[in-house]
Structures are given as structure tokens and as C-alpha cells.
């Protein structure tokens, strides 16, 4: 399965973006998918999963602001924003563990600065 992120940008600290990832083909026996990010001069780092159980798990750094949800339907990934802080710039890429391999999406870019 391939994915393409979008919904990146520039916002102002306190503000909000949703991030979507559609995927070329169903998601619903996917069993792990996930946000990640990347800022400039660090390592990428998980930001928010979802396993097929519905169960979720979040970067404490995002605890309370971000929300994962996943639309089997639509065959869509999102990822909710909110209260964006500087910290939060970087490259968000989306991921899939397909038949046990990782699948990964161009990355998107979030840049949140006043």
C-alpha cells in the first residue's frame, strides 16, 4: 500500500492542523499505523499510533493536544493538532506496518511559528 500525507503548513503557536494520510489501498486489516515526525538536525520520533483495536498511543510531549483516528471507509489516517507550539515543527510522515514491513508517506511540513 502506498501513502500520501498532506495537510501540512505554517500555523501560529496555539493554533491547529489536521494532518491526513490516504492510502492506495484498504487499511482495514492494517494493524499498526502511525504519525511520525522529524525536526530539523534530530532523529524521527513517533508522535501518535493506532493498532486495528481502535487502542492508541501518544508521544507524551503531544499527550492531551493531538488525537490519531484512523477511517477504514475512507481508507484515511488522521492526525488532529491542537495547541501547536514551536516544538512541534518539523516533518510528519505517516507509516503502516504492512504484511510486517514498514510502509512510510512523503512527508508533510508543519512549521508553527509566530
Known sequence: ???QASGGG?????GSLRLSCTASG???????MGWYRQA???QREMVAS???SGRTNYADS???????????AKNTLSLQM?????????VYYCNALVDGFPSWGQGTLVTVSS
Do not use: C, H, M, W
Not at 505554517?10 to 496555539?14: D, S
Not at 503531544?62 to 477504514?72: H, L, T, W, Y
Not at 491542537?82 to 518539523?90: A, I, Q, R, V
Open 26 to 32: 484498504s487499511i482495514s486489516s492494517i494493524r499498526y
Open 82 to 90: 491542537n495547541s501547536l507550539k514551536p516544538e512541534d515543527t518539523g
Open 1 to 3: 500500500v502506498q501513502l
Open 62 to 72: 503531544v499527550k492531551g493536544r493531538f488525537a490519531i483516528s484512523k477511517d477504514n
Open 50 to 52: 493506532i493498532i486495528s
Open 10 to 14: 505554517l500555523v501560529q503557536p496555539g
Open 40 to 42: 530539523p538536525g534530530k
